[in-house]
């Protein structure tokens, strides 16, 4: 079940990755896949990073829909769909941020680190 919940923040981030990716802003598509593998470290600041990484994603999906937008008003293009699908894209992201608020994950990321006791 846990892995259902970390899952939309895994596809968030490829998301926008392969977005960095296709206008070739490969250090930022790295730094995203990068973050991946912290998810399975079990620490309160994962958890704290991940949201922020989400929730400035999103605002990143905004902006680029609403450049989208303002690019085919000026062209007199039709841009509902770009709204339907970038509009999406920014809620599931900001979904994916929220889902570290339940119970399962705020009790995944609450772990103390472990400290070794002088022998």
């Avoid at 989400?54 to 937008?69: G, Q």
Wanted: aromatic residues 10%; positive net charge.
């Amino acid at each position: 079940m846990t892995f259902l919940l970390v899952l939309p923040t895994v596809l968030a981030l490829l998301t926008l990755g392969s977005h960095y990716f296709r206008y070739g802003l490969y250090p930022l598509s790295a730094v995203l896949v990068a973050l991946l593998p912290l998810l399975l470290v079990k620490r309160r600041w994962v958890a704290r990073l991940m949201q922020v990484v989400l929730c400035i994603a999103a605002l990143d999906w905004v902006t680029v829909l609403n450049d989208i937008v303002k690019e085919r008003v000026m062209e007199g293009q039709d841009y509902q769909k770009s709204v339907f699908i970038l509009g999406g894209t920014a809620l599931f992201t900001l979904v994916a941020a929220v889902l570290y608020q339940t119970p399962r994950l705020k009790r995944r990321y609450s772990s103390e680190p472990v400290t070794s006791r002088g022998i």
